[in-house]
């Protein structure tokens, strides 16, 4: 059932581009089906200070993780970023790791990806990363190589998972996954961002069902 509320997690070094197509379709709603209103997406933080992304953006979180109930959440979202191979992510990680077992959706991207083969969560689940070779050398535990798919993003279950450089094919299957878009706009949105053709945007209008 969609509650229509989305955790995104913030902090410094993140990349924001990452998610940039994600953000803006999950808060615009301008594509859902009907009967759906736009997602609310809520800044989550470690803390309630402000966090620095990779683009110099200023963000001030709305929340922070020991304040969120994950009872009510569809999704949460884990950009790339610097800093995913320290410590200072592993409370999100127990977040990501519970949100997994109740059913809820975990997407990371990029170097989110190296946060979750730390905390193991993707050694028995199909995903992919930035690279196989890469993420066995910067996490010495991770034990899910017959699990990795050289692919831009991987859904298995509730766990999405995507390259750094595939942030249209992550969003879209994160939009898969939320069921709020029909599959025809689904397909024509990540047409036209893909193949930058117009008549892609005139079958993406013709798709919406009011």
């Known amino acids: 059932m969609n509650q229509n509320v989305v955790y995104l997690y913030v902090f410094d070094t993140m990349a924001d581009w990452e998610i940039g197509y994600l953000t803006a379709e999950l808060n615009s709603g301008r594509y859902y089906r009907k009967g759906f209103t736009p997602s609310k997406i809520i800044t989550v933080a470690t803390q309630k200070a402000p966090v620095l992304t990779m683009g110099g953006l200023k963000v001030l979180p709305d929340a922070t993780l020991d304040g969120c109930s994950f009872e009510n959440v569809d999704a949460l979202i884990l950009p ?17 790791e519970q949100c997994l077992e109740k059913g809820i959706i975990v997407a990371a991207i990029c170097g989110a990806t190296f946060g979750l083969a730390r905390k193991g969560l993707m050694d028995a689940r199909l995903h992919t990363s930035n690279d196989l070779e890469y993420l066995k050398m910067i996490c010495p535990n991770y034990k899910g190589e017959q699990y990795y798919e050289q692919a831009p993003a ?5 766990l999405i998972t995507a390259s750094g450089i ?45």
């Open 166 to 210: 595939a942030p249209l094919e992550f969003s879209a299957h994160v939009l898969k996954a939320l069921d709020m878009f029909s599959s025809k706009t689904l397909e024509a949105w990540y047409n036209l961002y893909h193949t930058q053709q117009s008549n892609c945007f005139n079958e993406l209008m013709n798709s919406i069902q009011y």
């Open 154 to 158: 991987v859904t298995d279950g509730k």
């Open 80 to 96: 790339g970023g610097n800093t995913w191979t320290e410590t200072v992510h592993d409370p999100v990680l127990s977040r990501a």
